[in-house]
């Protein structure tokens, strides 16, 4: 699957096509394409465009399916799909010596492409087109390509954090499923009963527990804090909301003792992770997102799928996807945005869910996933959620902030040095990154 290059690596994947968007000349920028027709779908001109991504060779195959859809409509367009290794310094290698894609696949990196000048604002482009983002997307989706009143990418894939529960193991230690509406309190709880000792050793865990920014971001936010503050300008490690959420969070490992240690995760195998634990029955709950679905399925257990469990200030659902951007250098860029407004359709994005690829990220194309989801996979408890699905406030400076975060938070999360120990400094690198000091 292709996931946010940056956070996690994972491995998971026409119909007949329902509409065309309508056709796009230059929308006011300085790379309009030169000659009039050059923009044109419905041109006799010929255009060449090429799209970049990453993942594995089932996402390249998904996504040249997908563009071959829109070219079959528009026969003067030909769209190759290039699947770039470590992708962002492949893709400003490309940028820089004049071999520019016309499509880049983006995920948190897209602010920063925006603002380095890498990829366009397509708010004129959506204005132009009529494109209605609040009835083609649920809103959290959106923000992890905004910057400063600048939409640079649109959602394409991925998801947001959620739970992943062993009914068997709930069911056997009598207690109820995952519903919306539970707590901290009753997370916690439920893994206290469902993490199992015998011999001084744990044979069952109740969480897999770990330290993806995903998964504690979304504590943090129920817990009414941010890492980053609204504006993107500021770190706002230090609130006491934030310091909540991660002090929770970290303490289901090292206080109630319901998730393995960095220490115990080492001593099984460096092989053995969170998704591994629960796959092979090893752990009741796990956070990801929802592109774990067919590793379990394939494992055949007997799981369910539930919201996080509400804090303090309510749900939250951190979103980690892919979007699709156009090249600031592309000779075609009404034509590129074309094609993604056409893989934004429900005809665009039903091959992510017929291969199995991934889960779209448009309300059409969610509406199909969850009708191909297997008996016993319900998607019930998490319909009337959406609201609590959020994006992360995104500066320019985003994978390095993520890097250095990950540092300084390392001796807090394998728990070595206390919360306080850490913060002050992890606040202060965050500040000095954002302003360039």
């Not at 770039?84 to 602010?111: C, R």
């Not at 959406?386 to 390095?400: D, L």
């Not at 993520?402 to 540092?407: I, K, T, V």
Request: aromatic share 10%.
């Amino acid at each position: 699957m292709l996931l946010a290059k940056h956070a996690k690596s994972a491995s998971i994947a026409g119909i007949a096509v329902l509409g065309l968007s309508s056709l796009l000349t230059g929308c006011g920028n300085g790379n309009s394409g030169g000659s009039s027709g050059g923009n044109s779908t419905d041109s006799n001109q010929k255009i060449h465009l090429t799209m970049t991504v990453w993942g594995s060779d089932g996402d390249t195959k998904t996504y040249q399916q997908r563009v071959n859809l829109y070219t079959k409509l528009h026969p003067n367009v030909t769209i190759t799909v290039k699947n770039l290794p470590s992708y962002d310094q492949k893709v400003e290698t490309m940028i820089a010596g004049g071999d520019s894609p016309d499509i880049m696949a983006v995920s948190q990196d897209a602010v920063g492409f925006g603002q380095n000048g890498a990829i366009l604002d397509l708010t004129p482009y959506i204005k132009k087109s009529g494109m209605n983002l609040n009835s083609t997307y649920e809103p959290g989706y959106l923000g992890e390509y905004q910057y400063q009143g600048k939409q640079y990418g649109l959602p394409d894939r991925g998801g947001y954090m959620i739970v992943y529960y062993n009914k068997d193991m709930f069911k056997k230690a009598g207690l109820p499923l995952p519903t919306k509406n539970w707590t901290w309190s009753q997370f916690e709880n439920d893994a206290k009963k469902l993490t199992i000792q015998s011999g001084g050793k744990t044979t069952q865990w109740g969480f897999t527990g770990g330290s993806w920014w995903p998964v504690y971001g979304s504590f943090v936010h129920e817990a009414g804090g941010d890492i980053v503050n609204a504006q993107g300008n500021k770190s706002d490690l230090t609130s006491s909301a934030t310091e909540q959420g991660l002090q929770w969070f970290n303490n289901l490992t090292y206080q109630s003792h319901v998730a393995p240690t960095t220490v115990q995760y080492a001593n099984m195998g460096s092989s053995v992770s969170g998704d591994s634990l629960f796959e092979k029955n090893k752990a009741a709950m796990l956070i990801t997102g929802f592109w774990d679905i067919g590793a379990c399925i394939q494992a055949k257990d007997n799981f369910g799928i539930a919201p996080l469990p509400l804090g303090p200030k309510g749900g939250g659902m951190e979103t980690v996807g892919t979007g699709l951007a156009v090249a600031a250098q592309s000779k075609y860029p009404a034509v590129a945005f074309d094609v993604i407004k056409f893989l934004e359709t429900k005809a665009g994005q039903a091959p992510i869910v017929t291969n199995g690829e991934d889960v779209p990220a448009t309300k059409a194309g969610m509406n199909l996933w969850i009708k191909s989801l297997p008996k016993g996979v319900s998607f019930d408890t998490l319909q009337n959620t959406q609201n609590e699905v959020f994006s992360p406030h995104i500066p320019p400076q985003w994978n390095q902030l993520q890097d250095g975060l990950g540092n300084d938070l390392a001796p807090f999360f394998n728990g070595k040095q206390s919360l306080a120990a850490v913060v002050q400094k992890a606040s202060s690198d965050i500040d000095n990154l954002i302003s360039g000091n």
